[in-house]
């Protein structure tokens, strides 16, 4: 299991500012290791982040995503107390959800 | 004769599997876009194909989309890139580097309610012309920009 996320979600205004940190390789399948074999891919392909049983935003990514990926968004809706949850799956299946309270602005 | 018959039936009783989860409420809508990964889209080598495989016919460049992004990158392995969108009703933002190996590097999904705007960082090969590939109210716009790289990122 990989290690937890690091997630900021504050108000702003009367939206949700969110700032996700995951912890991941993101190896593109491209790098070579010091023999020469190539590294094969390990990188995350889909996200979801739900606030009160909805979406507020899907993605999918490539192995052109940074490693350790970094994201950042707004949402309306939100309240000091909500819980936002984020998830994400990779290619080898591994997979991670986290969830944090939303703080004050 | 008799193959294609064979294979427009499998092909057949595959579609009604998937219609029948649908109905039995296996798949949601909502969730069908996140659990399934695009790999065709993420395949293509070139903006025009990855524009087709998201599902446009072509695409207009708009001045109504931002893309904040340094001009110089010294390393390519992390680029940040923002881009905001101030078309109404912006349903999806995708981000293309157009040297990288592979053209698509991220399809964001952005329900009613939420900002059209994004911040991520992302590798880049080689100095690049970035897309911001925006579709709103079903129709596809861009806007493009180019990042120098001093310092690629995919190492090799």
New interface residues.
């Given amino acids: 299991m990989a290690d937890p996320m690091r997630i900021r979600a504050n108000m702003a205004g009367d939206?949700v500012e969110v700032r996700v940190l995951m912890s991941h390789e993101?190896e593109?399948g491209?790098?070579?290791d010091a023999s020469g074999a190539i590294v094969p891919a390990h990188f995350i392909?889909?996200?979801?982040v739900t606030h009160a049983g909805?979406?507020?935003?899907?993605?999918?990514?490539?192995?052109?995503?940074?490693?350790n990926?970094?994201?950042?968004?707004?949402?309306?809706?939100g309240k000091p107390g909500d819980k936002v949850t984020i998830s994400w799956?990779d290619?080898k299946g591994d997979r991670r959800t986290d969830e944090v309270v939303i703080g004050g602005g | 004769m008799h193959r294609s018959r064979r294979e427009f039936l499998q092909s057949g009783s595959g579609a009604g599997v998937l219609a029948l989860a649908a109905a039995a409420g296996l798949v949601r809508p909502?969730?069908a876009?996140?659990?399934q990964?695009?790999k065709a889209?993420?395949d293509t080598k070139s903006v025009a194909d990855t524009l087709k495989a998201l599902g446009g016919s072509g695409s207009t460049e708009s001045a109504q989309i931002q893309i904040t992004a340094p001009d110089i990158a010294e390393n390519g392995?992390?680029?940040?890139i923002?881009i905001e969108s101030g078309l109404a009703r912006t349903q999806t933002i995708a981000i293309l580097?157009e040297k990288?190996?592979?053209t698509?590097?991220?399809?964001?999904?952005?329900?009613a309610?939420?900002?059209p705007?994004?911040?991520?960082?992302?590798?880049?090969a080689e100095t690049s012309n970035i897309y911001a590939v925006v579709q709103a109210d079903g129709k596809y716009f861009h806007a493009v920009k180019e990042i120098k790289v001093t310092l690629g990122?995919?190492?090799?």
Avoid: Y
């Fill in positions: 939206k993101m593109t491209q790098r070579k392909q889909t996200v979801t909805k979406t507020v935003l899907s993605a999918q990514w490539g192995t052109s995503i940074s490693k990926p970094f994201m950042h968004f707004r949402f309306k809706g799956v290619n | 909502g969730e876009f996140a659990q990964w695009n889209a993420f392995a992390v680029v940040p923002t580097i990288n190996p592979n698509l590097s991220a399809d964001f999904e952005i329900p309610g939420t900002d705007f994004i911040t991520t960082r992302v590798k880049m990122g995919c190492g090799g």
